[in-house]
């Protein structure tokens, strides 16, 4: 047996190290190309997701360019609708019965299943729950003929169809409905009434929503308006100041503006047309505007029923003071609310109304002066401690007094206009006292 000297052993040690190490150094390099191949192909494809989505992103941006628009009006669509199913479940207004009846309307569905677009979803904003609106019939005073006359024309028929299945043609709701007169006596107030006792879907449609800078949106627009209203019938479209959206056409009109008329129109007269169950669709226009003569005549065509909303005559002008002051303090032996009534003549409720509000703050104006003249803290004062108002107060202020007195010559002078006058009493006041004496004579 041969064996290996000391020399040999170590040569062979030495020869066995030299081979390991250079087997882990092929290792180790054949482990750094396979890393560059995966650091490459990972960097080739993060680099081909993000232009992916870049290229995406641009594209849908070129596609629609008000996306996030859209997308909000979507989920704020939703919840409006929400509230609207919510109204209706819980019921509200003269039609409720007929609201809750899948079988008087068979185009209705629950707006959990609707399924908008992206204009219906623009449109859906301007939907107006019922509990959402604050003013009812018995908030309107001095227009109980009217009201009684758009309950059985236009609520009943839009509500409760059943009523008049027997001759459904000639009974159903008119197709639209304008209220005219002078600004300030009601019409929006009605309006709005109208929508919160009927507990019908009610679109509240302002110029702006049909307003869209690229071209033929409006038009889409308008036809989502009529596809929403639809689908949540009853509906009624409220279109305030409707002689500025739907005027006199004219020849030099911009092309726009009259394609969006044209399309109002047509898709108005197709109102007309049944629905899956052979019924006229449920859907009323309702306008108001203190400019009939501006409003074109194929849009008067379209809205039958015109109800004229006049300034008040006396026993209106008593009514309307009774409902404004019914929760505010007077002081009964210097207050005559007949007197101011008389003396509001031509006035509209709106103008009532601000010299209601004026003459609401002169007992809290001259209460605060008198305490600022005592030296008295601001924070140490009483409310119930201000007087009522008493018929002085109509006529302390500039802004609200001189108007009265104003009108009231006027009145006298000019009895064509203001016709209730003639048969009052000439009222004069004397302010000269707190107790605002009231002196009558004999016209």
Same mark, same amino acid.
């Given at each position: 047996?041969?064996?290996?000297?000391?020399?040999?052993?170590?040569?062979?040690?030495?020869?066995?190290?030299?081979?390991?190490?250079?087997?882990?150094?092929?290792?180790?390099?054949?482990?750094?190309?396979?890393?560059?191949?995966?650091?490459?192909?990972?960097?080739?494809?993060?680099?081909?997701?993000?232009?992916?989505?870049?290229?995406?992103?641009?594209?849908?941006?070129?596609?629609?360019?008000?996306?996030?628009?859209?997308?909000?009006?979507?989920? @704020? !669509?939703?919840?409006? *609708?929400? =509230?609207?199913?919510?109204?209706?479940?819980?019921?509200?207004? /003269?039609? %409720?019965?007929? #609201?809750?009846?899948?079988?008087?309307?068979?185009?209705?569905?629950?707006?959990?299943?609707?399924?908008?677009?992206?204009?219906?979803?623009?449109?859906?904003?301007?939907?107006?729950?019922?509990?959402?609106?604050?003013?009812?019939?018995?908030?309107?005073?001095?227009?109980?003929?009217?009201?009684?006359?758009?309950?059985?024309?236009?609520?009943?028929?839009?509500?409760?169809?059943?009523?008049?299945?027997?001759?459904?043609?000639?009974?159903?709701?008119?197709?639209?409905?304008?209220?005219?007169?002078?600004?300030?006596?009601?019409?929006?107030?009605?309006?709005?009434?109208?929508?919160?006792?009927?507990?019908?879907?009610?679109?509240?449609?302002?110029?702006?929503?049909?307003?869209?800078?690229?071209?033929?949106?409006?038009?889409?627009?308008? @036809? !989502?308006?009529?596809? *929403?209203? =639809?689908?949540?019938?009853?509906?009624?479209?409220?279109?305030? /100041?409707? %002689?500025?959206? #739907?005027?006199?056409?004219?020849?030099?009109?911009?092309?726009?503006?009259?394609?969006?008329?044209?399309?109002?129109?047509?898709?108005?007269?197709?109102?007309?047309?049944?629905?899956?169950?052979?019924?006229?669709?449920?859907?009323?226009?309702?306008?108001?505007?203190?400019?009939?003569?501006?409003?074109?005549?194929?849009?008067?065509?379209?809205?039958?029923?015109?109800?004229?909303?006049?300034?008040?005559?006396?026993?209106?002008?008593?009514?309307?003071?009774?409902?404004?002051?019914?929760?505010?303090?007077?002081?009964?032996?210097?207050?005559?609310?007949?007197?101011?009534?008389?003396?509001?003549?031509?006035?509209?409720?709106?103008?009532?109304?601000?010299?209601?509000?004026?003459?609401?703050?002169?007992?809290?104006?001259?209460?605060?002066?008198?305490?600022?003249?005592?030296?008295?803290?601001?924070?140490?004062?009483?409310?119930?401690?201000?007087?009522?108002?008493?018929?002085?107060?109509?006529?302390?202020?500039?802004?609200?007094?001189?108007?009265?007195?104003?009108?009231?010559?006027?009145?006298?002078?000019?009895?064509?206009?203001?016709?209730?006058?003639?048969?009052?009493?000439?009222?004069?006041?004397?302010?000269?006292?707190?107790?605002?004496?009231?002196?009558?004579?004999?016209?």
């Amino acid at each position: 047996m041969y064996f290996f000297g000391p020399f040999e052993q170590a040569q062979m040690l030495l020869s066995w190290l030299k081979d390991t190490f250079t087997m882990v150094d092929r290792k180790r390099k054949g482990a750094d190309y396979l890393w560059d191949v995966v650091l490459l192909l990972g960097s080739a494809g993060l680099a081909w997701y993000l232009t992916k989505s870049a290229l995406t992103s641009l594209q849908g941006t070129l596609a629609d360019p008000d996306k996030e628009k859209h997308e909000q009006a979507r989920i @704020r !669509a939703k919840a409006n *609708l929400s =509230r609207l199913r919510k109204s209706r479940e819980t019921g509200n207004g /003269e039609g %409720d019965e007929a #609201l809750g009846d899948s079988s008087a309307n068979g185009d209705q569905r629950g707006s959990e299943d609707l399924v908008l677009n992206e204009y219906e979803n623009i449109v859906a904003l301007e939907v107006v729950a019922p509990e959402d609106i604050p003013v009812g019939f018995d908030d309107i005073g001095g227009l109980d003929d009217i009201i009684e006359e758009v309950k059985e024309s236009v609520i009943y028929p839009l509500t409760m169809p059943h009523l008049y299945s027997h001759a459904a043609p000639l009974l159903s709701a008119p197709s639209g409905v304008l209220l005219y007169g002078p600004p300030g006596c009601g019409k929006t107030m009605l309006a709005k009434a109208v929508a919160r006792e009927s507990g019908a879907s009610f679109i509240n449609l302002h110029i702006s929503t049909l307003t869209e800078k690229w071209y033929g949106d409006s038009n889409k627009l308008v @036809r !989502a308006v009529f596809s *929403l209203a =639809r689908k949540l019938q009853p509906t009624i479209i409220f279109i305030d /100041e409707i %002689d500025a959206v #739907l005027g006199t056409r004219r020849s030099g009109e911009h092309e726009a503006s009259g394609m969006v008329k044209a399309e109002f129109m047509t898709l108005w007269d197709g109102l007309t047309s049944a629905n899956t169950r052979g019924l006229p669709a449920r859907i009323v226009v309702l306008g108001a505007t203190n400019r009939i003569h501006d409003i074109d005549e194929a849009i008067l065509r379209r809205m039958p029923k015109k109800f004229p909303v006049s300034l008040p005559d006396k026993a209106q002008r008593l009514r309307i003071l009774q409902l404004l002051l019914k929760d505010t303090k007077t002081e009964p032996d210097y207050f005559n609310m007949e007197y101011i009534a008389r003396i509001t003549a031509g006035m509209s409720g709106s103008d009532i109304k601000e010299a209601c509000r004026d003459a609401a703050m002169a007992p809290v104006r001259e209460y605060i002066r008198e305490q600022r003249a005592s030296g008295n803290a601001m924070s140490s004062i009483d409310p119930t401690k201000v007087r009522g108002i008493r018929t002085e107060d109509f006529f302390g202020r500039k802004g609200g007094g001189q108007i009265l007195m104003q009108n009231h010559s006027r009145a006298k002078s000019s009895s064509d206009e203001y016709e209730d006058v003639e048969d009052e009493e000439e009222v004069t006041v004397d302010t000269s006292t707190s107790a605002a004496k009231v002196t009558e004579q004999s016209a």
